[in-house]
């Protein structure tokens, strides 16, 4: 189970750092997984942000490269996104995304493979203004 919080609305140019807690999952299991961040618009298909691997890997959209950073924290079993310079581009509902496995090919694919994630939170809303 997984359940995003941070959301909240904020001025172009600040910053927020969601996190994701999780529960279910062993220590072992939970070191294993892949986790993404996805967001969606009103009007817009939904679009992934962020991910990491096991391994600690990292991808981002080109859209958020050098402002978002994700982690993950094995021993409190939390995931994060800090996102930075926020525009107002950036509000959406924001999902956090997981499942074990493995990936073939280039780890950012799994940005436009949402299917490929077992378990997603409830969103949390972010609203930047101009």
């Known amino acids: 189970q997984l359940e995003e919080s941070g959301g909240a609305s904020v001025q172009a140019g600040g910053s927020l750092r969601l996190s994701c807690g999780t529960s279910g999952y062993t220590d072992s299991r939970f070191s294993r997984l892949y986790v993404g961040w996805f967001r969606q618009a009103p009007g817009h298909e939904r679009e992934g942000v962020a991910c990491i691997s096991p391994d600690g890997s990292t991808c981002y959209a080109d859209s958020v490269q050098g402002r978002f950073t994700i982690s993950k924290d094995n021993a409190k079993k939390t995931l994060y996104l800090q996102m930075n310079s926020l525009k107002p581009v950036d509000t959406a509902v924001y999902y956090c995304?997981?499942?074990?496995?493995?990936?073939?090919?280039?780890?950012?694919?799994?940005?436009?493979?949402?299917?490929?994630?077992?378990?997603w939170g409830q969103g949390t809303q972010v609203t930047v203004s101009a």
């Open positions: 995304a997981t499942f074990n496995g493995g990936v073939s090919g280039d780890l950012k694919d799994i940005l436009s493979m949402p299917e490929v994630f077992t378990y």
